[in-house]
Nanobody, 125 residues
Framework: EVQLVESGGGLVQAGGSLTLSCAGSGFTFADAAIGWFRQVPGKEREAVAC????????DIQDSVKGRFTISSDYAKNTVYLRMNSLKPEDTGIYYC??????????????????WGKGTPVTVSS
């Protein structure tokens, strides 16, 4: 069974940093594409970043480019989202997701089949 568990969310002041973790199991992590998404209640889910562990390519959405980075730790089967210079508009529930395809389907990583339950991020002004 595919499982994704997010952690690392919390409350931070604007300008601060957080690192989110997504621990995966039940699939071949080294061959997977894993994406981060966020959602604010009442708004559509938004793609944030994606990494393909197969070809080591990453994609970062323009809204967070230069502030967020995505990386993988193969020994821990974990993908990280490092978030710097956080803004109040970064507030939301952050989810990681994966699918059976090993590459990130740009531009918005559509087609993810498996989702975690999310971790909340609140950025205060």
């Amino acid at each position: 069974e595919v499982q994704l568990v997010e952690s690392g969310g919390g409350l931070v002041q604007a300008g601060g940093s957080l690192t989110l973790s997504c621990a995966g199991s039940g699939f071949t992590f080294a061959d997977a594409a894993i994406g981060w998404f966020r959602q604010v209640p009442g708004k559509e889910r938004e793609a944030v970043a994606c990494i393909s562990n197969m070809n080591h390519k990453t994609d970062i959405q323009d809204s967070v480019k230069g502030r967020f980075t995505i990386s993988s730790d193969y020994a821990k089967n974990t993908v990280y989202l490092r978030m710097n210079s956080l803004k109040p508009e970064d507030t939301g529930i952050y989810y990681c997701a994966t699918e059976d395809l090993a590459i990130c389907r740009v531009p918005d990583y559509y087609g993810m089949d498996y989702w975690g339950k999310g971790t909340p991020v609140t950025v205060s002004s």
